[in-house]
């Protein structure tokens, strides 16, 4: 069982940076793949990017050149450095981890979740 706790979520203007980070409970942090969802009103939870155990990484293509998805394991915490952000990134951001293999790009192939956190673009 893995519990997850976002933070880090606000408000900033068109160009501006956030970094969101993700807690997780639990010894077994380090073989977890991670991830980062979105979800803007009446749309879809999309990925955004994803972690594996060993460091293999996966990036959106809304998103390749501005996030930077990372992995402490001594921290048990996933971070989301979030640079040069657009008014279209305004969402709820959500922190999964699943224990299978691969990088995941499915909501459905995450068991665990956080509840999320809030991201506003101002343009």
């Known amino acids: 069982q893995v519990q997850l706790v976002e933070s880090g979520g606000g408000l900033v203007q068109a160009g501006g940076s956030l970094r969101l980070s993700c807690a997780a409970s639990?010894?077994?942090?380090?073989?977890?793949?991670m991830a980062w969802f979105h979800q803007a009103p009446g749309k879809e939870r999309d990925i955004v990017a994803a972690?594996?155990?060993?460091?293999?990484?996966y990036y959106a293509d809304s998103v390749k050149g501005r996030f930077t998805i990372s992995r402490d394991n001594g921290k048990n915490t996933v971070y989301l450095q979030m640079n040069s952000l657009k008014p279209e990134d305004t969402a709820v951001y959500y922190c999964?981890?699943?224990?299978?293999?691969?990088?995941?790009?499915?909501?459905?192939?995450?068991?665990?979740w956080g509840q999320g956190t809030q991201v506003t673009v101002s343009s």
């Open positions: 972690i594996s155990w060993f460091v293999r990484i």
């Open positions: 639990g010894r077994t942090f380090s073989t977890y793949n």
């Open positions: 999964a981890a699943r224990g299978s293999a691969g990088l995941g790009q499915d909501p459905t192939e995450y068991p665990y």
